[in-house]
């Protein structure tokens, strides 16, 4: 979220005779970032010390004499660089006082700029595109300048980049409505040509903007119709066909700003970083048809995210330094310092709060809490974008709220009350939100709000008992997914409630169960221990229980079932789920529910022979599951242990067996469960064996370690 | 058999020092082991790694390198010495200064006329060997820096010299140096550290491999003077390298006691180009392994953790045999203790001083498996420390514990010591005559009136000792013409015989009261590595280093039926497989039939009077017959009562009293006390 601060100014300006004019030709870095030289539009260079607002030195030539272009600072040598009528370069230092003794040569070609980047050595861009460095230039300052450019082409802009190690010079050309880029490497030197789109006929570009990030030159250029256009070009790829047919320049619409009335005039953008573009001269969105604003947009979101309407006159000017904005507004240059944080979606639709930090601002310093005239503009402005809500209630009126509101009101409100309280005192408002909730919806019938309930389970801050209605309700309004959580957080089910669950869940058609959404993570679970099938059968410690079948006394069964469980037993890996992947998800969740026996085996009484023999199916399928691969307990996730599998199996059998006994069809899944038991009885007789030895080892007496001398008596036989 | 009271002894603070050097024989299968402490030891490779003979150090004497010359040996040291020793008299035979500093190392050209020796100066000498002598013939040229290890080519026109940072290759005839090997330094913060090239190994393809402090083995072309393949084995040092005999594998010993193998061998199946690849790695030692051999089917390594292994390279010997077992070497092959039986005395014998305790007391009586209570805590009565420079070599006390003795290689000593309840007195015997003027093994008569003390060329001097004075007898000589030296003495109780055994294997027995040689026994093919004459029935007891067992009856001069019974019936298995040699034989005074003996694991008690084990009978068969009820016994019983519980014995005697005496070192008492081993990364530390 990129966020304006509290400006200030850094000096007045004298607008000359021309008003679409600040008076300012160029803002320049100096030393370093809180140093800058200002170089007006006539006959002088000031040195600013930017945070204390103060001018440190000032250079001015003579009269009749004119500055026609911005002075520059080679921090190399300490020394300003600046051009008078066109063709005087004038070196100096800042002991210099006298403009006129310094240093200066006459070159043979008018010069249209000189750049320097920081730590660079200058270089002088000539108007008819040639480009020097200085010190070469003026080792020979008559040296002839060749023309680079055609005869009508003129240069309208240009920049120098620092590509780490290389520099470029960029600039731009107008020839006969048609606009041309110049990249023009130094040291070695190549230039390329490229050409830029046409815009609509008779538009050309209000500004541009270069910078360098991740070996990409990134070019930024505004149209008057507000289109904001970025071309990505590559260091590297810079070929050295000179003199060949421009290429014409790729582009993409980065942003389309909004221009209220006619085309804009007097503005400009600029790159902060690869997300927020300053814009200055271009209409707010949300604020009518003044242009006199500073915005900073996000080109990811298309959002404006900080605005600033500035007094007076905008020049379309704006330079930036160092998380500063200079901006020339009517008869001020102002500094504004700005702070572009990486945006999130949230943030940029306004979910997440910010809070913007302070900074301290100079106004507030030194004149204490005046009001500012652009501050008040500010807040009146965002006063208004902010959307029409109701002020923060309070637990009270939200309960009123829960009593009559539409569902989407409430949702919206326990969210906010949600988010704004404190966990900590959070547990008795939870447990009072969900209690209303419940009452309304088992009031009205038609009232029923699925998400809020499962917020407010989410919370973990509820119990069962504390609204003893809830997972009953949800079962009643068929929320699966809710009585999932339920069942997950709630330590206090009473077993009748997790009966009432499983009838609900087992008895559910597996199409039904299928719609449901449900947790994932214990959805994934099921999925992984399904898939497993596919996986090979490995033995856990040799044991393999499947094979154990063959111990089945012959006499029980018949041939065909024997001859289908040796299919069975032979295809281990074919097991199959006998229920869908999401009710197998929620019948998990009854499982690993805390109970007691007493109290479970009443109501589990209550479940259909069928049912009983389908859960049967299906624990049986877990246990072999279990068994034949290696221990699915996934890192964190949970599941049902093996011990909680064989303890309902068990409380089925004990509530069951009669019934069972005389259902046919759970006559072949009872004999499968008597060779589980057997398998289990041998094991824990042969774990008993070993228990013996084991014990012997125990018993063994540890040798007391035997000091330096001792008398024994040992017997010979 | 019975119940025994065991005083179990572990105040012996036996301390091995450090293998600093090895040089192997291949001839004579003959290893040549120094000890930091100058000790140098002969093991015999042929006769089951037997320790046949140790020539004691010296303060002062440190050998850093050993090397046979046939069957001569020379050591060099950091004293700037070169020695010859006298095998024969163990002791060395004379030493040559070099004049050019401390000396790192020592090699022979394989003609064995020239010596060579790395001096601290920078300077190669070489030694030309003469019949008794070596005599210096000329420097190479000199060096900057000292000169650490040598290689000499085997056909002698080259040698090549490990220095700090390079290797110097010189021409043997001109001394000039013809090529310079740069040795990269380490990576790193070593960096900076100079490397040094600490073993070379020169071979007749001219191919130079060396190991350095920066870890590193690498493959030098000779000729041309360029690395051909450099391998990082280790983080610390590569200290030592060998050779195979014939050069198709070489060893390189490392600071983490890691032995790791290179072989010259074509790296894929269908290439016929060979080249040196590192195939195998052995971890045995947890200290710096200083001394490498590489003989034909085993490697032997030594170091800083004091232990000889011997690692049978697998596929160059049998599997499943003997020979293809690991051995580990961490205790002498002869008797440091000695023990008073009438006294309840100890004596443990240093290099550098002599203790003497008396046993403490214990009151009441136990069933088999208690410890007793100790009344009286055993006590140090004398720390006797030697005289002069010389290490002791041997040492002796008397059964009623009045006399003491001790010899260096130069000279012997006697006291007399006066014990009574609480007053301890030593006094030593100050005029000995001149002819004990050093001994190899010390021992006294059972009645403590004489000294026996064998001396040069197998003899042995007969000395009267009383209270009044020493007085010279006899030289008891035997005729047989071996000149090894007598490693072990024994006086029979009843004072008539004495027996020694010498390296060469042969066993002689003199007749005290005649003060002449008896007999000679036998000649067995294998060193005896413990002799005992039986108090009753006059029976010498020999043991040997292939673990056989002899008696000889010394009255018929011939083996008495059960040994013939034995060696017939063969012994068992077991018992042939074990790898440390019976150092120890004494007598049950009550039961003539039972001869005890012991090796570094177990102690054994032979009933003569039961059957021999069968051959698929269990030969430790203690703990099935403790489980069976007293009648059944007997049925299983046999002859070799063996004993486990008490492991790295010293030591095992039968009191008067019947009690029995084990000294024990625990080899964990022994690593605790070695200094801390180069770091290294494990899992989880």
Redesign the interface.
């Known amino acids: 979220m990129a966020a304006l601060y509290e400006g200030y100014t850094l000096c007045g300006l004298v607008p000359d005779q021309n008003v679409s004019s600040s008076g300012i030709q160029g803002i320049e870095e100096e030393r370093d970032s809180d140093h800058v030289v200002v170089t007006d539009s006539t006959r002088s260079v000031t040195l600013y010390k930017v945070s204390d607002q103060k001018p440190l030195g000032s250079w001015t030539v003579k009269q009749g004499q004119k500055l026609t272009c911005a002075a520059v600072f080679n921090s190399q040598t300490n020394e300003y660089v600046a051009v008078t009528d066109n063709k005087v370069i004038r070196v100096w230092k800042e002991e210099d006082i006298l403009l006129d003794k310094a240093f200066k040569a006459t070159v043979s070609s008018d010069v249209w700029k000189v750049h320097c980047t920081h730590g660079g050595e200058p270089v002088v861009l000539f108007q008819r595109g040639a480009v020097r460095l200085l010190d070469s230039l003026l080792a020979a300052p008559q040296q002839t300048i060749e023309e680079v450019l055609v005869q009508e082409e003129a240069i309208r802009w240009s920049t120098i980049i620092l590509a780490e190690t290389q520099q470029f010079v960029i600039f731009t050309t107008e020839q006969k409505g048609d606009h041309f880029l110049y990249l023009q490497r130094l040291n070695p030197n190549s230039l390329q040509r490229y050409r830029l789109e046409r815009e609509e006929p008779g538009l050309s570009p209000l500004s541009f903007s270069a910078t360098y990030r991740d070996k990409h030159i990134c070019l930024l250029y505004l149209y008057p119709n507000g289109h904001v256009y970025k071309s990505v070009h590559s260091v590297r790829g810079l070929g050295t066909e000179e003199g060949a047919q421009p290429i014409p320049l790729p582009r993409t619409l980065l942003l389309s700003l909004p221009v209220v009335d006619g085309l804009l005039e007097a503005a400009s953008a600029m790159a902060l970083d690869e997300a927020h573009v300053a814009v200055v001269g271009v209409p707010h969105p949300s604020a009518g048809a003044g242009k006199d604003f500073l915005c900073i947009w996000n080109t990811n979101f298309q959002t404006v995210q900080a605005g600033k309407e500035m007094a007076g006159k905008l020049y379309g000017q704006l330079w930036s330094y160092s998380n500063k904005v200079f901006i020339p507004h009517g008869k001020t240059l102002s500094v504004i310092p700005f702070e572009c944080t990486k945006s999130s979606l949230a943030a940029a639709v306004g979910k997440l709060r910010h809070a913007p930090a302070s900074v301290p601002s100079w106004n507030n310093i030194l004149h204490g809490e005046k009001a500012q005239p652009s501050k008040s503009v500010e807040t009146r402005r965002t006063r208004t974008r902010k959307t029409q809500s109701t002020p923060n209630l309070t637990i009270d009126q939200v309960l009123e709220l829960i009593k009559t509101a539409p569902v989407e009101e409430i949702q919206k409100e326990v969210e906010g009350f949600l988010t704004r309280a404190d966990l900590q005192d959070l547990q008795p408002s939870v447990g009072q939100l969900a209690s209303t909730l419940v009452s309304r919806s088992l009031a009205d019938p038609a009232f029923y709000s699925s998400s809020t309930l499962t917020q407010l389970v989410h919370t973990q801050c509820l119990c069962h008992s504390v609204c003893p209605d809830l997972v009953l309700l949800a079962l009643e309004k068929k929320d699966y997914f809710l009585c999932q959580l339920c069942l997950q957080f709630f330590p206090d089910i009473p077993e009748a409630v997790t009966c009432a669950c499983l009838k609900t869940f087992i008895s559910m058609p597996d199409v039904d169960a299928e719609k449901v959404s449900l947790e994932p993570d214990s959805v994934s679970f099921m999925e992984t221990l399904i898939s497993r099938e596919h996986a090979e059968a490995g033995l856990q410690n040799g044991f393999s229980p499947i094979f154990l079948e063959e111990d089945c006394p012959d006499a029980v069964r018949g041939r065909q079932t024997k001859a289908e469980d040796k299919e069975k037993a032979s295809a281990p890996s074919k097991l199959i789920c006998p229920v869908g992947l999401h009710k197998a998800a929620l019948l998990n969740e009854v499982l690993q529910t805390a109970y007691s026996e007493a109290f479970l085996l009443p109501h589990l009484k209550d479940l259909s022979s069928q049912h009983v023999v389908l859960f049967l199916q299906y624990l049986q399928f877990l246990y072999l599951k279990y068994s034949q691969d290696a221990l699915p307990q996934m890192d964190g996730v949970r599941s049902p242990s093996l011990a909680q599998i064989m303890d309902w199996v068990c409380l089925l059998l004990d509530a069951h067996f009669t019934v069972l006994v005389m259902t046919p069809e759970a006559k072949g899944l009872l004999l499968n469960l008597h060779s589980f038991v057997k398998s289990q009885v041998r094991l824990v007789s042969e774990l008993g064996k070993i228990e013996g030895s084991l014990q012997e080892l125990n018993k063994l007496k540890v040798k007391e370690s035997?000091?330096?001398?001792?008398?024994?008596?040992?017997?010979?036989? | 058999?019975?119940?025994?009271?065991?005083?179990?002894?572990?105040?012996f603070d036996y301390m091995p020092s450090a293998i600093r050097a090895m040089a192997f024989n291949s001839c004579t299968e003959r290893l040549a082991v120094a000890r930091s402490d100058g000790t140098v030891e002969i093991f015999n490779f042929t006769d089951n790694y037997f320790q046949e003979k140790v020539i004691p150090g010296q303060d002062g004497r440190t050998v850093e390198a050993l090397c046979w010359v046939g069957q001569r040996l020379f050591s060099a040291g950091l004293n700037g010495e070169i020695t010859e020793y006298h095998l024969e008299n163990l002791r060395p035979r004379y030493a040559v200064e070099a004049y050019g500093g401390p000396i790192w190392t020592i090699t022979s050209n394989s003609q064995g006329t020239q010596l060579a020796v790395g001096c601290e100066d920078g300077t190669v000498k070489i030694f030309a060997i003469l019949e008794e002598r070596i005599q210096f013939q000329r420097n190479l040229n000199r060096q900057k820096g000292r000169i650490i290890s040598l290689g000499w080519h085997p056909s002698g026109a080259q040698i090549a010299a490990g220095m700090t940072d390079m290797i110097a290759v010189f021409d043997a005839e001109t001394g000039h140096t013809t090529h310079r090997l740069l040795v990269e330094r380490g990576v790193g913060a070593s960096k900076n550290k100079e490397v040094v090239v600490w073993s070379i190994g020169f071979l007749s393809n001219h191919t130079i491999i060396s190991g350095d402090s920066a870890g590193k083995v690498q493959i030098w072309d000779g000729l041309t003077g360029t690395l051909v393949r450099s391998y990082l084995v280790t983080r610390w040092d590569v200290l030592v390298l060998s050779v195979s005999q014939d050069e198709s594998s070489v060893i390189a010993g490392t600071s983490e006691g890691t032995v790791i193998q290179f072989q010259f061998i074509s790296s894929t199946v269908d290439q016929h180009e060979k080249e040196w690849v590192r195939t195998r790695t052995f971890r045995n030692h947890s200290h710096d392994v200083r001394a490498l051999i590489h003989t034909g089917t085993a490697v032997v390594s030594g170091g800083m953790d004091t232990q000889l292994v011997v690692r049978p390279l697998l596929d160059k010997v049998e599997r499943n045999t003997q020979e293809s077992a690991l051995r580990k070497i961490a205790f002498p092959h002869r008797s440091l203790v000695g023990c008073a039986k009438k006294a309840g005395l100890l004596l443990f014998q240093f290099p550098g001083h002599l203790e003497l305790w008396k046993l403490?007391e214990?009151e009441g009586?136990?069933?088999?498996?208690?410890?007793?209570p100790?009344k009286r805590?055993?006590e140090k009565l004398i720390e006797l420390k030697r005289k002069g420079e010389d290490h002791i070599c041997c040492s002796a006390l008397s059964a009623c514990g009045g006399w003491l003795a001790y010899s260096t290689v130069s000279s012997v000593c006697l006291y007399r010591v006066q014990y009574n309840s609480n007053n301890i007195g030593i006094k030593k015997v100050s005029k000995l005559p001149k002819e004990l003027r050093s001994a190899h093994q010390l021992c006294f008569s059972s009645d403590s009136s004489k000294l026996f003390a064998s001396s040069r060329q197998s003899s042995v001097i007969v000395v009267a000792v009383n209270q009044l004075e020493c007085k010279y007898l006899h030289t008891l000589q035997h005729k047989s013409g071996s000149r090894q030296p007598v490693h072990l003495l024994f006086a029979s109780d009843d004072g008539k015989w004495l027996a020694t055994a010498n390296t060469d294997c042969e066993i002689h027995i003199y007749n005290l009261h005649k003060l002449k040689l008896h007999c000679m026994v036998p000649v067995y093919s294998s060193c005896p590595t413990a002799i005992a004459i039986h108090p009753v029935t006059s029976n010498l007891i020999s043991v040997h280093a292939d673990q056989q067992i002899f008696e000889f009856s010394l009255v018929q001069k011939e083996y008495t039926q059960w040994s013939r019974k034995l060696q017939t019936q063969g012994l068992h298995s077991l018992w042939l497989e074990r790898d440390t040699p019976i150092t120890h034989i004494t007598f049950n005074p009550r039961n003539p039939d039972h001869i005890i003996l012991h090796d570094t694991f177990m102690f054994c008690?032979i009933d003569q009077s039961l059957p021999l084990p069968e051959v698929k009978a269990v030969l430790c068969n203690?703990m099935t017959?403790?489980s069976l009820p007293v009648p059944e016994?007997i049925g299983q019983?046999h002859a070799f009562?063996i004993?486990k519980?008490f492991q790295h014995l010293m030591c095992v005697s039968l009191l008067e009293d019947l009690?029995?005496v084990v000294v024990e070192r625990p080899l964990l008492d022994i690593m605790s006390q070695l200094p801390a081993p180069v770091h290294q990364k494990k899992f989880a530390t």
Do not use: A, T, W
């Open positions: 035997v000091g330096q001398y001792s008398i024994e008596i040992i017997e010979l036989f | 058999m019975g119940e025994f009271k065991v005083h179990r002894v572990r105040f403490g214990s009586h136990g069933k088999p498996g208690d410890c007793l100790v805590k055993p008690i203690q017959l403790k016994r019983s009562k004993c519980n009690s029995l």
